[in-house]
């Protein structure tokens, strides 16, 4: 086993109180709190690790036109490792976490246990086990003596939970990166890289009749009637998406087809009454792209069949509106980077690597898509991520920090 390999199976304890510290700091978004408190805290690592590190505040305006209130400030934080190399890479990792409910077997989730192997805890397999596994594989090559194949640039965004927006898509689109290829610590793991992921579309759809007297009916206009004309509608639109052509192949083989969740939230208006004719009615809409679809294109089918539903009731208007919007996106797993990083993952999991697109979304569309850049998706392998218990297992810690390393320690040699 080669010297930095070494390094990282020594600190194993290391590497656990690293991610218990960020674990500690809870970073439960919505609504964003203790966002200054964590960059802070990654701060001093990688300037520990003498990378050139610098926090973003996002301008406070520009959270209030995308949350509405800048009560919790985003930062983001951009540290760079020059080695005077030709090519640079990019880490990308969040660190906000998911509210947390239900009872936990340590009790707080912010104050992580371990039992057989894994630390417990919100936020450590989604994603601070990939942010400790990625930092110490900078410190294991540091220690060891041992140049990355490329520079190394690392960014530690907000907001990924809530899409992104101000964290990475903030970082691409301001053009804080300087990069030539870009990796995202989630989205895959194991022997799988993650090759891109499923889009997605929120929609919130709002229906405004009239209220009336229960015993005078025909002088209302019953919106709850009319979102069940146009849930019905959505049941063609749900069937076809079943259809071949809308199909998408993955690189293992299996296939994936778009889908759709009507009303997972859902309510009625404030005056809501068994004798009165419902004035107000809402629901939501959870569309999941797949690649080769596009946003545009899926808004458009949607919108035309709530308002075909909608214009069957006269007098009845209507508000959609859309809080979620992300593409599709995957790469080419010829074009040299999927093929690098896999090399990394077999060489460390003496298994034969593969590619995946995954079905839920993570930031690398932000890169792809809008950035440019090559990239994959890679970290570790959480359990119950977003639920009650969430954890990661220390050897899986270990495993991937070591692929970090050998990934910059090997880069595209030979390639
Ligand atoms: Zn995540």
């Known amino acids: 086993m080669s010297s930095v390999h070494r390094y990282i199976e020594d600190r194993e304890s290391l590497l656990v109180r690293g991610l218990q510290d960020?674990?500690?700091?809870g970073t439960v978004n919505p609504p964003g709190l203790d966002y200054r408190a964590m960059v802070e805290h990654l701060?001093?690592?990688?300037?520990?690790?003498?990378?050139?590190?610098?926090?973003?505040?996002?301008?406070?305006?520009?959270?209030?036109?995308?949350?509405?209130?800048?009560?919790?400030?985003?930062?983001?934080?951009?540290?760079r490792w020059d080695v005077g190399r030709e090519r640079t890479v990019h880490f990308n990792a969040h660190y906000d976490v998911v509210p947390c409910s239900g009872q936990w077997k340590f009790g707080d989730p912010f104050e992580p246990g371990i039992a057989a192997g894994a630390v417990y805890g919100r936020g450590s397999g989604d994603m601070k086990g990939s942010i400790a596994a990625l930092l110490m594989a900078v410190e294991a090559l540091q220690a060891s003596g041992v140049e990355p194949a490329f520079n190394i640039e690392c960014s530690f965004t907000a907001d990924e939970e809530t899409g992104g927006e101000l964290g990475a898509g903030w970082v691409v689109g301001q053009g804080l990166l300087n990069a030539d290829f870009a990796v995202v610590c989630e989205g895959a793991a194991g022997t799988q890289v993650g090759c891109g992921h499923n889009g997605v579309l929120w929609l919130e759809v709002e229906l405004i009749g009239k209220a009336a007297h229960a015993?005078?009916?025909?002088?209302?206009?019953n919106a709850f009637e009319a979102l069940a004309g146009?849930?019905?509608?959505?049941?063609?639109?749900?069937?076809?998406?079943?259809?071949?052509?809308?199909?998408?192949?993955?690189?293992?083989?299996?296939?994936?087809?778009?889908?759709?969740?009507?009303?997972?939230?859902?309510?009625?208006?404030?005056?809501?009454?068994?004798?009165t004719v419902a004035e107000c009615a809402r629901f939501s809409i959870d569309r999941r792209l797949v690649p080769g679809e596009k946003l545009a294109v899926v808004e458009r089918e949607l919108r035309r069949a709530v308002s075909q539903a909608a214009d069957q009731q006269a007098l009845l208007s209507y508000r959609v509106e859309s809080p979620l919007q992300i593409e599709p996106c995957v790469v080419d797993v010829e074009d040299g980077l999927p093929g690098a990083f896999a090399r990394a993952v077999q060489v460390v999991r003496r298994r034969a690597a593969g590619f995946k697109v995954t079905s839920g979304f993570t930031d690398l569309?932000?890169?792809?898509?809008?950035?440019?850049?090559?990239?994959?998706?890679?970290?570790?392998?959480?359990?119950?991520?977003?639920?009650?218990?969430?954890?990661?297992?220390?050897?899986?810690?270990?495993l991937t920090a070591r692929t970090y390393a050998e990934f910059m320690q090997r880069g595209f040699e030979g390639l």
Do not use: W
Request: aromatic residues 8%; proline residues 5%; glycine residues 14%.
């Open 215 to 221: 015993s005078r009916p025909e002088q209302g206009v």
């Open 43 to 79: 701060l001093v690592r990688c300037q520990g690790l003498g990378m050139r590190s610098k926090v973003h505040r996002v301008p406070d305006g520009e959270v209030r036109r995308i949350i509405g209130s800048s009560e919790y400030p985003r930062y983001n934080l951009i540290a």
């Open 365 to 398: 569309h932000y890169f792809v898509v809008e950035g440019g850049l090559p990239g994959i998706g890679y970290g570790v392998k959480g359990e119950h991520a977003h639920g009650v218990d969430e954890r990661v297992r220390v050897r899986d810690l270990v």
């Open 230 to 275: 146009a849930v019905n509608k959505l049941q063609d639109y749900k069937r076809k998406l079943q259809a071949a052509r809308r199909r998408f192949v993955d690189f293992d083989g299996q296939p994936r087809n778009p889908t759709i969740n009507i009303g997972g939230t859902f309510s009625g208006g404030q005056g809501d009454k068994v004798n």
């Open 22 to 25: 960020m674990v500690r700091i």
